[in-house]
């Protein structure tokens, strides 16, 4: 079984510039979220998606990121302008959704992104 | 405010002997913990969970004890190996296991030959 894709797996931009990462997650998997991990932190959730609606993004920063989920499969997550803060790991995972077990979330490589 | 803490940064144990990684909590809420492994450039990865209707939770080497009463939990791994070391992280859900992982900050063990 195929894991959770990301790209790319590294990414440096300058301050106010734009940047787009993309997961796609474990086939079947009705349930995807998004993670920033600050270095020296644990993964905090910004987004969750149920199918292509979202169940959760009372994290993310909405005046500078965006995220999508069009047709219930691929996520992308945008930044526009980027912040020397927003320097860190962006962890895409998915789950079936259910219950106990089912509800277990494979995480993908994750994105480094560098802002300078 | 972390509601999931895991205050050592750090722990170093020698192959063979008993790994001990601690995590406490302060909302009450939670009901469902879990433990992930992470190794350098890769995502985390499930280890073991622990409903809080239980105090223990065992799978091969690795067993997590709740303290509820202490908001308390550990993670047991018996005999460590050298393959062990990586960064564990401690996660907590409220409302079963369907809620939002908090993690914590993580535990970077390492296992000497």
């Known amino acids: 079984e195929a894991g959770v894709a990301q790209s790319p797996r590294y990414k440096i931009i300058e301050k106010r510039q734009s940047v787009a990462f993309w997961c796609n997650p474990i086939s079947g998997h009705a349930t995807l979220y998004w993670y920033q991990q600050i270095l020296g932190q644990g993964p905090k959730l910004l987004i969750q998606?149920?199918?292509?609606?979202?169940?959760?993004d009372s994290q993310l920063p909405k005046d500078r990121f965006s995220a999508e989920r069009l047709k219930g499969v691929d996520s992308t997550l945008k930044i526009q302008p980027a912040k020397l803060e927003d320097s860190a790991v962006y962890l895409c995972?998915?789950?079936?959704?259910?219950?106990?077990?089912?509800?277990?979330?494979?995480f993908g490589p994750g994105t480094r992104l560098t802002v300078l | 405010d972390q509601q999931v803490k895991q205050n050592s940064p750090s722990l170093s144990v020698q192959e063979g002997r008993i790994s001990i990684l601690n995590c406490d909590y302060t909302n009450s809420m939670f009901d469902y913990f879990l433990w992930y492994k992470k190794y350098p450039a890769e995502g985390p990865t499930f280890l073991i969970s622990i409903s809080s209707i239980k105090d223990k939770n065992e799978d091969g080497r690795f067993t997590v004890f709740l303290n509820k009463s202490a908001k308390h939990l550990s993670l047991h791994i018996v005999p460590s190996q050298p393959g062990d070391s990586a960064v564990y992280f401690c996660a907590a859900i409220a409302g079963g296991s369907q809620g939002n992982l908090i993690f914590g900050k993580g535990t970077k063990l390492s296992v000497k030959p």
């Open positions: 998606f149920q199918n292509n609606g979202v169940v959760d």
């Open positions: 995972a998915s789950s079936l959704g259910g219950t106990g077990r089912q509800n277990e979330q494979f």
